[in-house]
């Protein structure tokens, strides 16, 4: 049994303790445990909008634990962790964008516990730094309980549909990586031309 499936074995609280822990310090994203679970209740509306609530409500209160131990031990994390390159695109962030910068952390590829331990570190006001995350990470999980739990089927009913029209399918695969492109070099370069004006 591998340690998705033990944890697949207690259901929502499964997903809960996985998401808030991975918020905190453990590195299996909720995600891999959460689609699974979207899967098996496609057609029951009440229990996807109860697991994007439980995975999303554990993530925050798991980013505040997060918060707390930035505080305290943030950047023997940072380094223990191997994330130092993190740090500057979230100083950048933060200093250009404010809350903003927040959300867009909190739907980034940067680890989520790596946003809380980096608040903690700058003594972030909690308040913005909440609401902030949560509406990034509703929407993260939200977008994939649409797309899996209430519109499983049309959702493949639509990727059918793309499949059978290639020249469709080709255009709309040719814009998407043009801006999967370029979001990675705007990703990749935030913050470098203040590093290289500063040097």
């Known amino acids: 049994m591998t340690i998705l499936e033990a944890f697949e074995v207690f259901g929502p609280a499964s997903l809960f303790i996985l998401s808030f822990t991975e918020a905190i ?6 995600d891999l445990l959460y689609i699974p679970m979207l899967v098996n209740a496609i057609g029951d509306t009440p229990l996807v909008v109860w697991l994007w609530l439980v995975v ?3 993530s925050v209160l798991g980013s505040l634990v997060g918060y707390w131990i930035g505080d305290r031990w943030g950047t023997s994390l ?10 500057g695109k979230l100083e950048h962030l933060t200093a250009e964008y404010g809350q903003i910068g927040i959300f867009i ?5 940067i680890p989520y516990k ?4 980096m608040a903690g570190m700058g003594k972030m006001a909690k308040k913005p730094f909440i609401l902030a995350g949560l509406l990034g990470r509703s929407l993260r999980f939200g977008l994939e309980a649409i797309l899996i739990g209430l519109y499983g089927e049309q959702a493949f009913d639509a990727m059918m549909w ?3 029209r290639e020249i469709l399918l080709a255009v709309v695969c040719i814009i998407g990586f043009l801006v999967a492109w370029y979001l990675w070099q705007w990703w990749s370069n935030l913050g470098k031309e203040e590093s290289t004006s500063g040097g």
Not at 25 to 30: A, D, E, F, G
Not at 78 to 87: I, S, T
Not at 105 to 109: E, G, K, L, R, T
Not at 114 to 117: A, D, E, K, S, T
């Open 56 to 58: 999303t409500v554990a």
């Open 105 to 109: 952390a909190a739907f980034s590829p």
């Open 114 to 117: 790596v946003l809380g331990w």
């Open 25 to 30: 310090v453990q590195p299996i994203p909720p």
């Open 162 to 164: 793309f499949l059978d």
């Open 78 to 87: 940072m380094k223990r962790f191997g994330q130092e390159k993190h740090l």
